[in-house]
């Protein structure tokens, strides 16, 4: 009896010693497999979803732009009547411009004979004459005509003509100041490269940055509608001949024209009254000094801001009769009135404004207590609206040089040679502004880790760098329109990278902030976790004990279970 409890005993510590075992290894391998999700797949997943997507990034290709030199490639031909005379010409082209920054000038000449060209003017010839020569856009002619009034004739197309007597420098003048106009480009460029070193010009300061589009605004402004009615059809007007001037200049940018009437709006400053024996003692004027003062309040009633593209406003003020006529005075005390008569003021980077008096008559009648129409000289505004429109838009007006005359305009067509010196300036323009626009994004983007760069940003920065780089090689060979036309896209591609809102999306959530937020999401779990590959390794240690142990423990267990049996005996 006494045996077979004993038995009974040693067959239940055996029983339970084995389920003991079981159950210390189930729990290990319990905590083996949280350790394996938690650690092996969590935390990996984890900083794999928290970890900003940032495409790779030509750094190299846009740190090499700082060295990239923009040059325009230009060939002029020197055509003269005698060989002597245009070996001369070509030399001093040459020798005055081979040290230029900006330029490339390839001179080549040939002898015309004199009878092609004996009629060319009395006839009025020259242009066909001229477009028998190949030219392409951006180059240049010189031509030599014996029946010239003036030293030096420029036409409308890209011919310039001399007369005999002339001399190289005055073409080399004309040259420089009116086509090339190196000086110009060299301050764009400087400017936007180091705009605290540089101040612009005053053609810098008229011009409107670069834009992909811009807004042309004709507004009507009349203050007295109920004394003076204006019989002005803007649609017609702007159909007939801002649209036509516009057209001709597409490839530079996209122009959408928009006209509006405004009342009852006054004109923000107090004219002066100036005695003026000659005009009735009615006459008023405005200093220079006040004219922005004009300005401001016009454009918080103009609605330019409608559009995301710069507006180019052009104004017409009918002045009322308690205020005309209205002058513009100079700080000398001169009226500054035009040539065509007409008052008007330029704000650079902004518009123009017109103001446009109504006759004595007109005014005679609304003191009567009668309203009265009047209208407009259209002409003489539109004109003085499409010479702002030319400023603005970077068509410089050209100094006068002695001697020298341009070929009047044909309707409201501009000159060709103007075109390609627009051309130029804008293409200079663009690139510049692309390469900044490049290097300050992809230094904003290796200071700031956090900022997601996206396929799109990341494409758009590809594309605008090799754009850059075509279009620079292109006007380093001479081809002017599609190396613009290049310069343009690369500007455009650029500023689309730059301000994609994507750049903003994890901006202001950096590294410490993420560890802040998820550290007490992860923690607490964390914790068990951490403190069961204590026990994992104890149990595996364990496991892994010196079998002679082993063997010596289980013989010392066997003898103390024969001295129990002996002890039951």
């Known amino acids: 009896m006494y045996c077979c409890q004993a038995f009974l005993k040693v067959q239940r510590f055996k029983l339970s010693s084995s389920a003991v075992l079981n159950g210390q290894k189930y729990r290990v391998y319990g905590s083996i497999c949280f350790a394996v999700i938690l650690l092996g797949i969590g935390v990996p997943l984890w900083w794999y979803m928290t970890t900003v997507p940032r495409v790779a990034l030509p750094y190299s290709g846009i740190d090499d732009l700082s060295n990239l030199e923009i040059r325009i490639k230009m060939k002029i031909l020197v055509a003269a009547l005698t060989d002597e005379r245009a070996t001369a010409l070509t030399e001093e082209i040459r020798r005055t411009f081979e040290d230029s920054e900006i330029y490339d000038l390839e001179v080549v000449y040939q002898v015309v004979s004199s009878n092609l060209l004996a009629l060319a003017f009395a006839h009025h010839e020259s242009e066909k004459i001229a477009s028998t020569f190949d030219l392409d856009v951006g180059n240049l002619l010189f031509l030599e005509s014996p029946n010239l009034n003036d030293a030096v004739v420029v036409g409308s197309k890209r011919t310039i003509y001399f007369s005999i007597e002339t001399s190289n420098e005055k073409l080399v003048q004309v040259l420089s100041e009116w086509i090339l106009r190196e000086k110009s480009l060299k301050l764009t460029k400087n400017a936007l490269t180091n705009p605290t070193d540089y101040s612009l010009d005053e053609e810098n300061r008229q011009r409107f940055p670069a834009s992909s589009a811009y807004d042309v605004l004709i507004t009507i402004v009349n203050p007295d509608p109920e004394t003076l009615k204006v019989n002005w059809d803007?649609?017609?007007?702007?159909?007939?001949?801002?649209?036509?001037?516009?057209?001709?200049?597409?490839?530079?940018?996209?122009?959408?024209?928009?006209?509006?009437?405004?009342?009852?709006?006054?004109?923000?400053?107090?004219?002066?009254?100036?005695?003026?024996?000659?005009?009735?003692?009615?006459?008023?004027?405005?200093?220079?000094?006040?004219?922005?003062?004009?300005?401001?309040?016009?454009?918080?009633?103009?609605?330019?801001?409608?559009?995301?593209?710069?507006?180019?406003?052009?104004?017409?003020?009918?002045?009322?009769?308690?205020?005309?006529?209205?002058?513009?005075?100079?700080?000398?005390?001169?009226?500054?009135?035009?040539?065509?008569?007409?008052?008007?003021?330029?704000?650079?980077?902004?518009?123009?404004?017109?103001?446009?008096?109504?006759?004595?008559?007109?005014?005679?009648?609304?003191?009567?207590?009668?309203?009265?129409?009047?209208?407009?000289?259209?002409?003489?505004?539109?004109?003085?609206?499409?010479?702002?429109?030319?400023?603005?838009?970077?068509?410089?007006?050209?100094?006068?040089?002695?001697?020298?005359?341009?070929?009047?305009?044909?309707?409201?067509?501009?000159?060709?040679?103007?075109?390609?010196?627009?051309?130029?300036?804008?293409?200079?323009?663009?690139?510049?502004?692309?390469?900044?626009?490049?290097?300050?994004?992809?230094?904003?983007?290796?200071?700031?880790?956090?900022?997601v760069i996206t396929d799109v940003v990341g494409n758009r920065i590809k594309v605008a760098l090799d754009l850059v780089e075509r279009s620079a090689e292109l006007l380093k060979h001479g081809d002017l329109m599609n190396g613009f036309i290049l310069s343009k896209d690369a500007f455009i591609t650029a500023e689309e990278a730059f301000f994609d809102p994507t750049l903003l999306a994890l901006l202001y959530f950096p590294e410490d902030q993420k560890y802040a937020v998820y550290t007490p999401l992860f923690l607490p779990a964390m914790i068990p976790v951490l403190l069961s590959l204590r026990t994992i390794l104890k149990y595996y240690r364990g496991s892994k004990t010196d079998p002679k142990k082993v063997t010596t423990q289980n013989e010392t267990n066997k003898d103390s279970t024969k001295l129990k049996d002996k002890k039951v005996q």
């Open 234 to 451: 803007l649609r017609t007007m702007a159909e007939e001949y801002i649209e036509p001037f516009l057209d001709q200049l597409s490839m530079v940018s996209n122009f959408s024209v928009k006209s509006q009437w405004l009342y009852l709006l006054p004109l923000g400053v107090n004219p002066i009254r100036v005695p003026d024996s000659s005009l009735q003692g009615r006459h008023y004027g405005l200093m220079e000094d006040v004219l922005p003062h004009i300005v401001t309040p016009l454009e918080k009633k103009l609605a330019s801001q409608v559009s995301l593209h710069p507006c180019i406003n052009f104004v017409a003020y009918i002045v009322p009769c308690d205020n005309a006529p209205l002058y513009i005075y100079t700080r000398n005390g001169r009226k500054s009135t035009t040539d065509s008569g007409v008052e008007a003021f330029l704000s650079s980077r902004w518009g123009g404004v017109v103001f446009t008096n109504p006759s004595f008559e007109a005014c005679e009648a609304a003191a009567r207590g009668k309203a009265t129409t009047i209208i407009p000289d259209e002409a003489i505004i539109i004109g003085t609206f499409l010479a702002q429109l030319r400023l603005l838009l970077g068509i410089p007006e050209m100094k006068p040089i002695s001697s020298v005359t341009v070929v009047p305009l044909v309707g409201l067509k501009l000159r060709d040679w103007e075109v390609d010196a627009l051309l130029r300036v804008r293409a200079m323009e663009q690139l510049t502004s692309a390469k900044l626009t490049l290097q300050s994004l992809a230094q904003l983007l290796t200071e700031i880790n956090r900022i």
